[in-house]
């Protein structure tokens, strides 16, 4: 079975620094995009930053500039180094894996999420 585990979050002061982890573990054939999404209260759950098997990025436009997206494939883990954080970016952030592995005899690929972690930014 696999498995995608956040951690990293909690409270900072706006200005300063968080960074998150994400691990993916179980039965993994191949770990192709990995990335962060975050979901605000009373709002929809948006992409933050993506990031390719081999290293390509993306952002979205608020973070481009503050946030930096990495990945550690020998450990299955995908980094968000988030600086310069606004209140704007208090949120659940969660970790999306999309992810090829074995279970039963047979193969599959689906997307992964975790089950989110806290940022809260004061002001």
């Known amino acids: 079975q696999v498995q995608v585990v956040e951690s990293g979050g909690g409270l900072v002061q706006a200005g300063g620094s968080l960074r998150l982890s994400c691990a993916a573990s179980g039965s993994i054939l191949s770990l192709n995009d990995m990335g962060w999404y975050r979901q605000a209260p009373g709002k929809q759950r948006d992409v933050v930053a993506l990031?390719?098997?081999?290293?390509?990025?993306n952002y979205a436009d608020s973070v481009k500039g503050r946030f930096t997206i990495s990945r550690d494939n020998a450990k299955n883990t995908v980094y968000l180094q988030m600086n310069s954080l606004k209140p704007e970016d208090t949120a659940v952030y969660y970790c999306?894996?999309?992810?090829?592995?074995?279970?039963?005899?047979?193969?599959?690929?689906?997307?992964?999420w975790g089950q989110g972690i806290q940022v809260t930014v004061s002001s």
């Open positions: 990031i390719s098997s081999g290293g390509s990025a």
């Open positions: 999306y894996a999309d992810i090829g592995y074995r279970r039963s005899g047979y193969v599959g690929r689906r997307n992964y």
